[in-house]
């Protein structure tokens, strides 16, 4: 039966959460838009000219579900398939931009309905929707582009593992949602045990969902075996790897975004400096563990076990030498990687664990602590992810000192047009070449 929380007094109808998804569905396309600074918005980001542009432009049937690194992106090629077809070339980087940032959104105001199974108070929901456009290492390079899509579809997919629909229609939307997520992220096989563990539960409205992951997931491994990621240095990456990894690119920048502060407090401290930060989520986790309703207790070991595993398994599955992280001492720290982006998903999910707790404590208290509670743990959530937001900006943006797409694109038409050879496009981040012909430039078949 669907939680309280979720129901207007008197009537029953479920406007309360619809309208505060509504609200945050605002409020996190608001966020990316104003994040990324406007001139960015006209900017090509890497595979989203590289692949996803070029497979459009080539073979839009067939490239749908061509792999690519080892798995399957399909929002992103479906998505990159939709602009080229409605919009001139020119367009391309701005209308993927506001598409991308629309997408994110909407996972942000899906979570909402998504998560009252396990996080029943709507004030908790509601931090916990706009959690994935606020953590500080999303920035950089996941707001705005197709590529980095599939982060997004991690966040929906371990909340669509743990949802529980509450209707025919709402249980087959999810289905599909879930096919869509787990063909566009392949670490939700994270979420397998997740599943299995929900087959008990026998609810017949959980079938179609759990159906339209795994046919999602069978593709994901098809892929792999198929067409397997390479082209790493093949390092030896340890669990001391993940986990000073971790700490240094996941619970660090959750509250202290800068690079440069980073790597000198991990120079001066080691990864002792993450302790204070660490501290924060550690109290939370204990608050679900030991408070937790099993429903709670569920959600919270599914996301802090996400957020480790993603991370880890995304450092294994992409070995360099600059991930040997456990290997750093002092001065290495100063040149270390501290903003990688697999950061930016880990963080997210770290990050919920927050708000879960935040409704675990409502849930428990009863009486004038709960009057006096609700007000200074919605203070709490807002100031927590209002930390998160402020200091977002202080991350930068990789798409700076790149030409707009749309002055790059209109300049080589008018080149072709003329008889002259096209130029290469320049994409971010740092000026990468695109060779389009003059066919494609100018929209002739």
Avoid at 257 to 276: H, S
Avoid at 391 to 418: K, L
Wanted: glycine share 8%; proline share 7%.
């Amino acid at each position: 039966m669907e939680q309280a929380a979720d129901r207007a007094p008197s009537s029953g109808r479920r406007w309360p959460a619809w309208a505060a998804a509504a609200a945050v569905f605002v409020v996190a396309l608001a966020f990316q838009v104003a994040r990324i600074p406007a001139l960015e918005h006209d900017v090509v980001w890497a595979e989203d000219g590289a692949i996803f542009l070029l497979g459009a432009l080539q073979d839009p049937a067939g490239s749908i579900l061509a792999p690519y690194a080892g798995y399957q992106h399909l929002l992103p090629r479906l998505l990159a398939g939709a602009v080229v077809a409605l919009a001139p070339l020119a367009s391309y980087a701005a209308v993927v931009f506001w598409a991308s940032a629309i997408v994110a959104a909407l996972v942000c105001a899906a979570t909402i309905p998504l998560a009252r199974w396990a996080v029943p108070w709507l004030p908790a929901r509601m931090a916990l929707g706009v959690v994935p456009v606020v953590v500080p290492l999303i920035a950089p390079e996941i707001i705005g582009n197709l590529a980095d899509l599939h982060t997004f579809m991690l966040w929906l997919g371990v909340w669509i593992a743990l949802s529980m629909p509450t209707s025919r229609l709402e249980s087959w939307l999810v289905a599909v949602a879930a096919f869509v997520a787990a063909m566009t992220e392949v670490q939700l096989l994270l979420m397998l045990p997740v599943l299995l563990l929900r087959i008990h539960l026998r609810r017949r409205l959980l079938w179609p969902v759990i159906g339209g992951f795994l046919l999602g997931l069978g593709g994901q491994a098809l892929s792999w075996l198929l067409a397997p990621r390479g082209g790493y240095d093949g390092v030896p990456i340890g669990i001391p790897d993940v986990v000073v990894g971790w700490l240094s690119n996941v619970v660090m920048p959750t509250l202290q975004p800068t690079e440069q502060g980073i790597r000198e407090a991990f120079a001066a401290q080691g990864p002792i400096a993450a302790a204070p930060i660490l501290a924060v989520f550690t109290i939370a986790a204990l608050v679900v563990i030991v408070w937790g309703s099993w429903r709670a207790r569920i959600a919270g070991a599914v996301v802090l076990l996400a957020s480790a595993s993603s991370f880890g398994g995304s450092l294994l599955a992409s070995p360099i030498e600059q991930f040997q992280y456990a290997s750093f001492r002092g001065d290495d720290w100063l040149t270390a990687i501290v903003d990688l982006r697999y950061g930016g998903a880990a963080g997210m999910l770290l990050a919920a664990i927050v708000p879960i707790a935040a409704s675990v404590s409502v849930e428990r208290l009863r009486g004038r602590w709960l009057a006096v509670a609700k007000p200074v743990l919605a203070l709490g959530l807002a100031a927590f992810v209002g930390a998160m937001a402020w200091q977002s900006p202080d991350t930068g943006s990789h798409r700076i000192g790149v030409e707009p797409w749309s002055v790059q694109v209109d300049r080589q038409a008018a080149a072709c047009e003329g008889g002259d050879a096209p130029e290469d496009l320049l994409i971010a981040p740092y000026n990468r070449a695109l060779v389009l012909d003059c066919p494609s430039i100018v929209g002739e078949p």
